[in-house]
């Protein structure tokens, strides 16, 4: 059985988590970024992360997903900057699973990330109002994923690997 780790990263939260998963797996494994994978052909199951960005998903894991994800066996993890309870959310991350509709979603993740200073001043000068919000609530992401999240990706990493595995 081969299982690979993939992501997409800006600031380097989604590479946090995905070497965490990584670590988790017992089977043969390759943990790359996105844009090293040209297929997924000769994965078992595919551990694919990435950030949102304005309300979705990050382009790059996006448009990866539109490409490679058809009939594969995916687990997808998501980092974003809004507080996991925050309702509007839920919406975005269920954008983040669209462009993966026709694979077998194996299992989700998501979790809080840090707003880098570098991004949040970007989106305080956004049009958007929503984006300046976000821009705005850096102060209450900072150090996130935390260890409490990243030990929450493991025991999603086991757990996928136990369900996958049956
Ligand atoms: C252009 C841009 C737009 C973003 N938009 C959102 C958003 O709509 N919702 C959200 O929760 N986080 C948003 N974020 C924050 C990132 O999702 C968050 O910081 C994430 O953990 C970054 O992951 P990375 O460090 O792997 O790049 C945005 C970040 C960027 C750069």
Redesign the pocket.
């Known amino acids: 059985m081969k299982i690979l780790v993939a ?11 995905a070497e965490a998963i990584y670590d988790e797996i017992k089977e043969e494994k390759e943990l790359k970024k996105l844009n090293e994978v040209d297929n997924l052909d000769g994965y078992d199951l595919a551990f694919i ?8 998903p ?1 382009a790059p894991g996006k448009k990866f997903l539109e490409k490679n994800a058809k009939g594969k066996n995916i687990a997808l993890f998501i ?4 507080p996991e309870d ?1 309702e509007e ?1 839920q919406e ?1 991350l269920a954008r983040c699973k669209e462009p993966a509709v026709e694979a077998n979603l194996v299992g989700f993740f998501d979790c ?5 200073e570098q ?1 949040a001043n ?2 305080k000068k956004q049009e958007d109002p ?2 300046r919000a ?1 821009g705005e609530m850096r102060d209450q ?1 900072l150090g ?2 935390d260890a409490s999240r990243v030990e929450r990706a493991r025991v999603f990493a086991r757990e996928t690997m136990k369900k996958f595995k049956g």
Request: glycine share 10%; net charge neutral; hydrophobic share 45%.
């Open positions: 992501y997409w990263t800006q600031t380097g939260n989604t590479e946090k988590i992360g990435f950030p949102i960005n304005a309300f979705g990050a980092t974003h900057a809004a925050m959310l975005w809080q990330g840090e707003l880098s991004i970007i989106l929503k984006l976000f992401t996130q994923p």
